[in-house]
């Protein structure tokens, strides 16, 4: 079975600049998070989405982040425009359903604002 | 909210020996998960082992154990015989509302090197 693939690997952007991730979810997962991991701390969750609705966008910088997850599958992360404080690893992951279903997580893009 | 305390950032042991993690957490919910998740340098999150808070037993999975004190919330990993492939970065996790498993308070995370 295919993991929760994540592209790109690695991006250097300068300040101010937009950036975007993506993610492909294990396949018939509905549930998909995303979380920002800032060097040498836990991840934080950015966003939850169940099928292309939003769950949960309570800890996402709205004034700079943006998600969409289309049809329920594949989801992109945007940053426009990006802050130093953006640089961090950026997490996907998804779960079958929203409980008492583990959650498996991408290898993440690490970012590099400049 | 709840919050995950990891008061270890760094760790080191030698191979073939035993080691333990701390983890101490608050949460309002009466049945709930607790997780550790080992993050190697490739940066994939790996469950190691899960803890159901209402089962007294604590979980072992193969060299990994832990010792779970729920009046204490405290939640700490044993890993026994380590192995150079143990070296990675150590996460206990805690799901929101007790059972949302990918919806997760993450502590901050502490550093285990395994020597040869």
């Known amino acids: 079975e295919a993991g929760v693939a994540q592209s790109p690997r690695y991006k250097i952007i300068e300040k101010r600049q937009s950036v975007a991730f993506w993610c492909n979810p294990i396949s018939g997962h509905a549930t998909l998070y995303w979380y920002q991991q800032i060097l040498g701390q836990g991840p934080k969750l950015l966003i939850q989405?169940?099928?292309?609705?939003?769950?949960?966008d309570s800890q996402l910088p709205k004034d700079r982040f943006s998600a969409e997850r289309l049809k329920g599958v594949d989801s992109t992360l945007k940053i426009q425009p990006a802050k130093l404080e953006d640089s961090a690893v950026y997490l996907c992951?998804?779960?079958?359903?929203?409980?008492?279903?583990?959650?498996?997580f991408g290898q993440g893009t690490r970012l590099t604002v400049v | 909210a709840q919050t995950v305390t990891q008061s270890q950032p760094e760790m080191s042991v030698q191979e073939a020996e035993t080691v333990t993690l701390s983890c101490t957490y608050d949460?309002?919910?009466?049945?709930?998960?607790l997780f550790w998740y080992k993050q190697p340098p490739s940066r994939q999150m790996i469950l190691v082992i899960r803890?159901?808070?209402?089962?007294?037993q604590n979980a072992t999975e193969n060299r990994f154990s832990v010792n779970f004190q729920k009046a204490a919330k405290s939640f700490s990993l044993k890993i026994s015989d380590s192995q150079l492939g143990d070296t990675a970065m150590y996460f206990c996790a805690l799901p929101h509302g007790g059972t949302s498993y990918g919806k997760l308070t993450f502590g901050q995370g502490t550093i285990l090197t395994v020597h040869p």
């Open positions: 803890q159901e808070a209402y089962k007294q």
């Open positions: 992951a998804s779960s079958a359903t929203l409980k008492n279903t583990e959650a498996f």
């Open positions: 949460t309002s919910e009466s049945n709930y998960y």
């Open positions: 989405f169940q099928n292309n609705g939003v769950v949960d």
